[in-house]
């Protein structure tokens, strides 16, 4: 079964670009959606953007300025790339597999602090 | 965007209890509403897509329905390892939402 694992920083400092990798095991990422979600303390669940494996993007517009994502078919990884991080970013960010119609699988999550 | 809002907030109930979590959308999604599992330090988990669909390997104690701007999420008997937070989800269209979430605890 598809399994998916973050990775990156645990803490970043503000100003920064914060840079994931989420790495799919038990599959490929030669077909799907693959996206990035997360979750400030306290808050709610914040879907930042899709990424398909030929490269097409959908981004959420309240992020969509700052955020970047790619694909990289040979090591069987996607990535974010979220710039100008300030303490509203500190989250646990989640990576998963879209499908069309929902999320399935995710990953554990990472969590991300910004602080200098 | 489309705004999702949950009900209960949070809810204490004993295991065997019927627990029923309420979700709605601000405009109709039709049926396009999944619902998630959170548990502390694991990855989320999808119990159920299209509203009513079951997701393969989710126990039959969890049924979802409704339609429109109002679905409800079911649990016929609540086990143990049915404690922690759910979310619902619309799929109808981007950005993709969740809701703030039900937590489920203990009595």
């Known amino acids: 079964q598809v399994q998916l694992q973050e990775s990156g920083p645990g803490l970043v400092k503000p100003s920064e670009t914060l840079s994931l990798t989420c790495t799919v095991s038990g599959g490929s990422v030669s077909s799907y959606y693959w996206t990035w979600i997360r979750q400030p303390a306290g808050k709610g669940l914040e879907w930042i953007g899709r990424i398909y494996t030929s490269g097409s993007t959908n981004y959420n517009p309240s992020l969509k300025s700052r955020v970047t994502m790619s694909v990289d078919r040979s090591t069987n990884q996607f990535s974010l790339k979220l710039s100008s991080m300030t303490a509203a970013d500190t989250a646990v960010y989640y990576c998963a597999r879209w499908s069309s119609y929902y999320f399935d699988p995710w990953g554990q999550g990472t969590l991300v602090t910004v602080s200098s | ?107």
């Open chain 2, 1 to 107: 965007d489309i705004q999702m809002t949950q009900s209960p907030s949070s809810l204490s109930a004993s295991v065997g209890d019927r627990v029923t979590i309420t979700c709605r959308a601000s405009q109709s999604i039709g049926s396009y509403l999944n619902w998630y599992q959170r548990k502390p330090g694991k990855a989320p988990k999808l119990l159920i897509y299209a509203a009513s669909s079951f997701q393969s390997g989710v126990p039959s104690r969890f049924t979802g329905s409704g339609s429109g701007t109002d679905f409800t999420l079911t649990i016929s008997s609540l086990q143990p390892e049915d404690f922690a937070t759910y979310y619902c989800q619309q799929s109808y269209s981007t950005p993709l939402t969740f809701g703030p979430g039900t937590k489920v605890d203990i009595k």
